[in-house]
T-cell receptor, first 112, second 110 residues
Framework: SQQGEEDPQALSIQEGENATMNCSYKTSINNLQWYRQNSGRGLVHLILIRSNEREKHSGRLRVTLDTSKKSSSLLITASRAADTASYFCATDADDNFNKFYFGSGTKLNVKP | DADVTQTPRNRITKTGKRIMLECSQTKGHDRMYWYRQDPGLGLQLIYYSFDVKDINKGEISDGYSVSRQAQAKFSLSLESAIPNQTALYFC?????????FGPGTRLTVL
């Protein structure tokens, strides 16, 4: 299976701290994406990183991609209570970029 | 108005009943998807469609069927619902780079 796996499964931090989540996958990809899901709601797209990119930034988000290790990390800096959510990585497959494979997610709790 | 809408938002039904979940989108995307999510888990792909004439099975299509009535509409049916189909169901569209999700349908099969 191409499915990505996030690590850790759960993370609890204080407001203002940084949160780092990791994603590993199994086969070659065209791009990798990170999504956020607030409890019981639909996923919201956060950021996309292509296979030829190593790092991308969007506001307080920083994503890195290491294709040699088949892994990615999502860093949220200066976390806020509103960042409390589950975070998922999603990968396509380089032979079928129309399908996305989601991991089981990291549940982030930011304590005020 | 939301770009991807799902109806109903919540549904409780009994084993053996036929259920249809509907999805509509105003994003103009050709690609549409149905996923299911079980508590504490990620998404599993049920079916996906690249246009009105194209339907493809995902990882867990058994027990489900779909219909792509128009570019904007993609419905999911459970022909004979069973309790282990109790889950949160999401419809999504894609522009080929990112997916855009509906708010979900919480289905309970008793």
């Amino acid at each position: 299976s191409q499915q990505g796996e996030e690590d850790p499964q759960a993370l609890s931090i204080q407001e203002g701290e940084n949160a780092t989540m990791n994603c590993s996958y199994k086969t070659s990809i065209n791009n990798l994406q990170w999504y956020r899901q607030n409890s019981g709601r639909g996923l919201v797209h956060l950021i996309l990183i292509r296979s030829n990119e190593r790092e991308k930034h969007s506001g307080r988000l920083r994503v890195t991609l290491d294709t040699s290790k088949k892994s990615s990390s999502l860093l949220i800096t200066a976390s806020r209570a509103a960042d409390t959510a589950s975070y998922f990585c999603a990968t396509d497959a380089d032979d079928n970029f129309n399908k996305f494979y989601f991991g089981s997610g990291t549940k982030l709790n930011v304590k005020p | 108005d939301a770009d991807v809408t799902q109806t109903p938002r919540n549904r409780i039904t009994k084993t053996g009943k036929r259920i249809m979940l509907e999805c509509s989108q105003t994003k103009g995307h050709d690609r549409m998807y149905w996923y299911r999510q079980d508590p504490g888990l990620g998404l599993q792909l049920i079916y996906y469609s690249f246009d009105v004439k194209d339907i493809n099975k995902g990882e867990i299509s058994d027990g489900y069927s779909v219909s792509r009535q128009a570019q904007a509409k993609f419905s999911l049916s459970l022909e004979s619902a069973i309790p282990n189909q109790t889950a949160l169901y999401f419809c999504a569209t894609s522009d080929g780079l990112a997916e855009f999700f509906g708010p979900g349908t919480r289905l309970t099969v008793l």
